[in-house]
């Protein structure tokens, strides 16, 4: 989902700036809310341990190159489930930067395109749960349909964001339409994934409802709203 450097040049960049301001006010809200459920305590513990696991995903797990960006496992819907909205969103536009500043330089300049493509689908997600999960659901009773649906709709934003960026910064040209479609072709591989791997970490959660009922994980995973 990496904005590949020479995509988009620097005088369009500056629609990313925008677009991540719009990002981080939908992060506040969400944390704001987050703080009324809990305390900062939680939340920082939260959104730590998203960070953590999001450097894991980027550097530790497998990543190729397709078309206009790299396919990535970045398993947002299984931090939403885990940690919550603002935490998750916090996670992973800090593993980013970490990973920019420390690991990949050559990603600072997309820095804030990359959190845009990662965040807003995070947010779409939290408006699906709230429309297809029942208000006495915990995250642990939910069932594959939903967690589908829940993981389907982070890899479609994340898709559809790197196919604005690609569009925006190089045009409609054959070969450009051509290496968006086969970025979004090769990211079928993930939305078979990693439905899979958030049902398992449920089950596991369920079996294990003492430990997932801790402060570093968002209340919703094991009670009721």
Not at 58 to 80: A, D, N, Q, Y
């Amino acid at each position: 989902m990496h904005i590949e450097p020479g995509v988009v040049n620097e005088v369009k960049m500056a629609l990313s700036y925008a677009t991540a301001a719009g990002a981080t006010g939908l992060t506040i809200k969400s944390a704001i809310d987050t703080m009324r459920q809990s305390n900062i305590a939680a939340l920082a513990l939260r959104f730590i341990m998203a960070t953590l696991l999001t450097v894991f995903f980027f550097e530790v797990l497998p990543k190729f190159p397709v078309g206009v960006s790299e396919v990535h496992f970045i398993f947002g819907s299984t931090l939403f489930l885990l940690f919550g909205a603002a935490p998750a969103a916090i996670g992973l536009a800090a593993g980013l930067a970490i990973q920019g500043l420390f690991l990949a330089p050559a990603d600072l300049p997309q820095y804030f395109m990359n959190t845009t493509t990662l965040l807003f689908p995070l947010f779409a997600i939290s408006w699906v749960a709230g429309r297809i999960i029942a208000p006495n659901t915990p995250y642990v009773d939910l069932t594959y349909t939903q967690v589908l649906k829940l993981s389907a709709t982070y890899q479609t934003g994340i898709v559809a964001w790197v196919a604005f960026w690609a569009f925006y910064g190089q045009g409609f040209s054959a070969e450009n339409i051509s290496a968006v479609t086969s970025f979004g072709v090769a990211y079928l591989s993930v939305i078979l994934i990693e439905p899979a791997v958030d049902v398992a970490v449920l089950a596991i959660a369920k079996m294990r409802r003492g430990m997932a009922s801790s402060r570093l994980l968002t209340p919703r995973l094991t009670q009721v709203a």
